[in-house]
């Protein structure tokens, strides 16, 4: 009966209540009373979209607490389940694919997968040797936290979730020298989506030795203690001591007819001559388990090679045009993150230029300071010689009248007219001295004069230049209006830079007539203002723009300009007679207007490739929300690729091959690397049977195929016999 039918039946109104768990969530349904483990099942794949169904089974603790997986075809309620409220169940893979990259379609499967593989390996189910956890350990992380950021410790990596306990008892290593060593791996996978770091990690996972291996303790006939590995391949029989590597082999293609006879398991292989091979277990419940896995087993190795089902075509064809569609969106993440990454190139490199223009404009402002401020020291020392000139001549005027004040008492006496005589030549000289200094302070207040009207003259013709310079400048921010749209975007860009100005070029003039000429011509542009009118400076439909946007002020621009040349202009060796005129800076607006012009025409072309971009992802995405899956197309598309030329496809698969081989050399070398470098910091006392299996084979040069391969050699009679002599 359908699950909708059971639902809305009114002849069986209870329910009970089930939660069923997976690695990462948690789901809680009420089920009818009747509801068989196909109902339960179907409900919970259907809820989380997997379509996959064949790998997975719900399992559950009975009452006697052992492992059990929920029969599909018998009701729940009938099968020795536990009376929990709610009934505890868990969405495990039951059965493994041989190759994952192959047949593991969805994103869901390989999810779980990943997750139930990763549990396995945690937990020490599976055998992982220390250099292969730490790669293993990288892309689980990448798989969470995405691409490697050096600069963020925001995710601090927990050691228990990412390595064996094991493996980090077996080396003397810090979580953090154990972080280091996974951050290298890690930092090698940027670029990877989460569903490619999962595929990785279990093309990888299914290279180790215990991977997708149900392991169960039986007997062979003469007693001996045996492990019995039910695989996607085959049986496996394995030493009781040594789960890695198995002893003999039996592929599902040698196997005919299984039976059971209470703890008595029966194998019946395709080889007529060879005998049957029987091994015992501890109960029936568990050889029922053994028959249920080896069924379900067997089952999808005859599936594997068959032709795909229409149901499995479909969902190839999906997953290959989504993988399609994940890669162009890649490669356009990937274009976008490098003009990104130029946008800010240039935004960093355009800061520098504008930080290195104010700290030339600031200095230029303090030398304008200065100037200023030695030109009023001059002039305060101007009046100063003044009052020290008419000082002298008002000591001079006193020094007369006092010598004809004692030519007349010198007339007295004879003695007092000799001492008076003396008094006088005394006074004399002193006379003499002081007219000769008060000559030399006229003379140097007269040269003062001089060279203070020289600095006004100056002073008024770069008032001149500089109202000549800002209608040149207006004139010029005008024409580019009219010749180039700017919007708004072009705008903040084109003006929120200094603009470059070419330094003038000078005649040769005496330097402190040029600081002068820079300490006069005074930055106060309300004088421009006053003599255009405030509205003519910003008249321009660009000038009111510029001025609403990013608070630019054109006073600060040419201040910027004008003071960075009158810095140039000061710093000119004095060689030259004081009397020649300062010649004014030749500014290069043409060069400006093209610097200008150039600057927006590339931010205006790069924000006009951003739109078509953007405009493209939104088509993109609208096709792709507006397609639907059409079976009779998809059964076309897989008869064109049936007819496709089958050496093109060979090729493709060989070249896939090589680069497959070329990837593993490289990961082996890189691998046996790290081992070397932790080799030293290794516990000995610790190694496990495992580690001392696994390094065996590492020097006998084996691996999980080619240990198969060998164990599986020889006919089936033989192996039978091997079997029975352990």
Known sequence: ??????????????????????????????????????????????????????YFGLQFIDTKGLVTWLKMEK?????????????????????????????????????????????????????????????????AVQARYGDHDPHSDANPLVMDELLPQRVINQYQMTPEMWQERIGVWYADHAGMTRDEAEMEYLKITQDLGMYGVNYFSITNKKGTHLWLGVTALGLNVYEHDNKLEPKV???????????????????????????NFV?????????????????????????????????????????????????????????????????????????????????????ANEALKRSEESSELLLEKTHIADEESRLLTQKALEAEKELQQMKLLSAKTQEEKLMLEQQVKETELLVSKLLKEGEK????????????????????QAKEKLLEFVETFNSSIQRSDSSVGVN???????????????????????????????NSASMDFSLLAGRHGSNEVLSTPVESRLKNSHNFDRSNLLRKSLDSHLLDYSSVNHTHDRSKMVSPPVINLSALEETALNLEASILGKSTADTTMLNRTAADTTHMNKSSIDVTALQADINLLNDTNVEDLNLEIEKERAHYLEKSRTLQSQLKELKDEIQELRVEDVSS??????????????????????????????????????
Not at 324 to 337: F, G, N, P, S, T
Not at 699 to 707: L, M
């Open 75 to 139: 009701k729940v309620l009938d099968q020795d389940v536990p009376g929990h409220n709610p009934m505890p169940f868990f969405l495990l893979a039951k059965f493994y694919p041989e190759d994952v990259s192959e047949e593991l379609v969805q994103e869901v499967t390989q999810h779980l997968f990943f997750l139930q593989v990763k549990q396995a390996i945690l937990n020490m189910d599976i055998y992982c040797p220390p250099e292969m956890s730490v790669l293993l350990a990288s892309y």
């Open 441 to 460: 302070r006229s003379d140097e207040s007269e040269r003062l004069k001089n060279y203070l009207i020289g600095s006004r003259i100056a002073e008024k």
């Open 1 to 54: 009966m359908p699950l909708k039918k059971l639902f809305r039946s009114k002849a069986s109104p209870k329910v009970f209540p089930v939660k069923i768990s997976t690695l990462d969530a948690e789901l809680e349904f009420s089920l009818p009373c009747k509801a068989t483990g196909r109902d339960l099942f179907d409900l919970v794949c259907r809820t989380i979209g997997l379509r996959e169904t064949w």
């Open 488 to 518: 708004s975007f072009g705008s903040q860009s084109l003006y929120s830079s200094t603009p470059y100005i070419l330094p003038p070029s000078y005649k040769s003039y005496e330097r402190l007539n040029a600081v002068n000429a820079a």
């Open 279 to 363: 091994f015992f277990s501890k109960n029936n419940r568990m050889n029922k388990l053994i028959l249920d896995l080896s069924i379900g087993n067997h089952d999808l190795f005859k599936r594997r090679r068959k032709p795909d089902s229409i149901e499995v075509q479909q969902m190839k064809a999906v997953a290959r045009e989504e993988k399609a569609r994940r890669q162009v969106e890649k490669d356009k993440l990937a274009r976008e993150k490098v003009l990104r990454e130029e946008a800010e190139r240039q935004k960093a490199e355009l800061e520098r230029r504008l930080y290195q223009y104010q700290e030339e404009m600031r200095v």
């Open 249 to 275: 082999s039996f592929p599902w293609s040698d196997i005919r007819n299984i039976s059971v006879d209470d703890k008595k398991f029966n194998i019946r292989p395709t080889d007529k001559s060879a005998t």
């Open 689 to 726: 049977v495992l580690d001392s299996v696994y390094e065996e084979q590492l020097r006998a040069g084996e691996t999980k195929y080619s240990t198969l391969q060998r164990t599986r050699s020889g006919c089936t009679k033989s192996r039978v016999a091997f079997f029975e002599d352990l």
